[in-house]
């Protein structure tokens, strides 16, 4: 299927997130002036506003797609879990699978910004792994859902914060593999290497070489075609995919005619990255469910993180824009890749 008939069709795309959530918090102001107190600046606030982070913005930026989205992930007993709890509700994010766990915190990042600019940000969380009785109530939820419901494709999106244990993680692959559900995994450090055969593995270039524990030539397409083809056979996944910032996207996939390529980013105004990963992830898992070609996968996933990029604070992607961008570009895209 083409990219296009795919973003034209995701309502028929269902999604298993699991993962780490967060409520990202915003004091947003004005400074007009230094502390006397120390040389740090004194924001007036004007404005403040909570939204869904982490493996909830990606269930967000789904849902902002048209898919059908379910969430699998711990809160804690706390007015930040309510919080989430409550903007998932408002979203229609299926919430089965989400598991309130006394005395656990729930992770809170709260960003200061003056002029359309973060000046500072204040985390609260706890990151040790999920206590094993807790990750075997999240399995048995996770595996409930995909036997009570359809599900295309599921979403591993790890942030270190303890919800994805190496027990979860083997169990639910091994569910996937058994009921034919594709996987997709957005890693960080801690669980990097556990993510083995999965349909599509998505670093950004920082988690790539930690991961690996090599050094990266970040401008050389040689450097980086060597390292993805090292993580591509420790890993074995079916699409390796990396993200670039600057310089787009590269993916490795043995069974595409020339296997690693890189897919260059168009020019933006970059306002804020904070969020971009989670729009990859979402619009790469959603075209691979509709077996969309490799290519178009990575090239419409940059485009979405390019996009959420325009905006201060953690947004999601618009769909109609995002048809629009790729109708634009698909072209030159095409002919890119043909001419390589």
Known sequence: MEALTALQNTHRISVLVIGDVMLDAYLIGQVNRISPEAPVPIVDVQKQNKRLGGAANVAMNLTALGAQVHLAAVIGDDSAGGEIQHLLDAQAIKTAALIEVPNRKTTVKTRVISNGQQLLRVDEEQSHNLEERWTEILITRCQKIMTDEHIDTVIFEDY????????LIESILAICSEKGIKTTVDPK??????????????????????????AIHKESDVSLAQAVK?????????????TLSERGVCFYAPEHAQAFQRIPAFEREITDVSGAGD????????????????????????????LVC???????????????????????????MNSK
């Open 160 to 167: 270190d914060k303890g919800t994805l244990t190496p027990l």
């Open 189 to 214: 450090f801690r669980n990097f290497n556990r993510y083995t055969k999965v349909d599509l593995f998505k670093p950004n270039l920082n988690e790539m070489q930690e991961g690996l524990g090599i």
């Open 230 to 242: 090292r993580m591509q056979e420790q890993l074995e996944p079916s699409i390796s995919m990396v």
């Open 279 to 306: 729009a990859v992830i979402a619009v790469a898992s959603v075209l691979l469910a509709s077996d969309v070609p490799v290519w178009q996968i990575a090239a419409v996933a940059n485009l979405a993180g390019g």
């Open 310 to 336: 325009e905006k201060v604070g953690v947004v999601t992607v618009e769909l109609e824009r995002l048809k629009a961008e790729w109708d634009n570009h698909a072209k030159v895209l095409a002919a890119l």
